[in-house]
């Protein structure tokens, strides 16, 4: 698959080399093309570099590691009719962090500024670090990737394509959930400051189905 990136930072890098890893054709985007040609060297494989338009264009399924929407960055947004845009970017995190002021998403935003596209919000709590793991050293550690998007084919090909480099989707339900997957971001963020352990992921591990030993579960609260 064709996969480009808008910005050609931390996290398009690493992803890049990860996705290059699992075969697939890989255009960084950058304001400056010279940047993303030469992380495109850097990974080696067949990354090429270019700009975020270029992108825009040519590519199947775009990640935004730019924090801000499409069309404050791009020319024009009418190539990404129908492409599934992944976002995987969080707020910044200021000190003195209020939640009650971020009950919208930044994969929300896209998804209005580009209502033609399809957006999934994706690969936001997992730190650059993880994928200092191969797909088998995910796979095997049981890594789990949260997703929320409103249309379902898109999801299954993000779906695929976190399968490739080793993660586990669990899908979240709509767009409209994407909040709650940016603040989880921001609890594991917290974490990370305060610990220095950035390979934290979040995850459901799930025991062992069994028999109730005591009875089922009766009305009452959750
Ligand atoms: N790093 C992590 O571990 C991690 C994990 C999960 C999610 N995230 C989220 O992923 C996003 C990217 O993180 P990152 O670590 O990759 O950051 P980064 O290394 O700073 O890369 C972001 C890229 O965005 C581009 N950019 C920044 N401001 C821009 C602007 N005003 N207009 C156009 N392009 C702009 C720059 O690309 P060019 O200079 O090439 O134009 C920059 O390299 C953030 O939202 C972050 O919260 C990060």
């Excluded at 199947?60 to 009719?81: C, G, K, Q, Y």
């Excluded at 930044?106 to 200092?132: C, H, W, Y």
């Amino acid at each position: 698959m064709r996969i480009g990136f808008w910005g050609s930072g931390n996290m398009a890098r690493v992803l890049g080399g990860a996705w290059s890893v699992a075969g697939h054709q890989i255009t960084f985007g950058s304001r400056d093309a010279e940047k993303s040609r030469s992380v495109a060297e850097e990974i080696g494989f067949s990354a090429i570099g270019g700009t975020n338009d270029a992108v825009a264009e040519t590519c199947e399924v775009i990640v935004s590691t730019i924090r801000a929407v499409p069309s404050s960055f791009i020319t024009s947004t009418s190539a990404l009719a129908g492409k599934v845009i992944i976002d995987l970017n969080n707020r910044d995190l200021p000190r003195d962090y209020k939640p009650e002021e971020f009950l919208h998403s930044l994969a929300g935003a896209t998804q209005k500024d580009v209502p033609s596209a399809r957006i999934v919000k994706a690969l936001n709590n997992q730190a650059m670090e993880v994928f200092n793991c191969d797909a088998a050293a995910l796979r095997e550690a049981g890594v789990q990737a949260f997703i929320a998007g409103d249309d379902n084919e898109a999801k299954q090909t993000v779906i695929e394509l976190l399968n490739d480099i080793g993660l586990k989707p669990v899908d979240f339900g709509p767009l409209s959930n994407a909040w709650l997957l940016e603040l989880q971001a921001d609890i594991l963020r917290t974490y990370m400051f305060a610990t220095g352990n950035s390979l934290v992921t979040p995850g459901f591990i799930e025991a062992p189905r069994a028999e109730p030993r005591f009875g089922e579960r009766r009305k009452g609260t959750y």
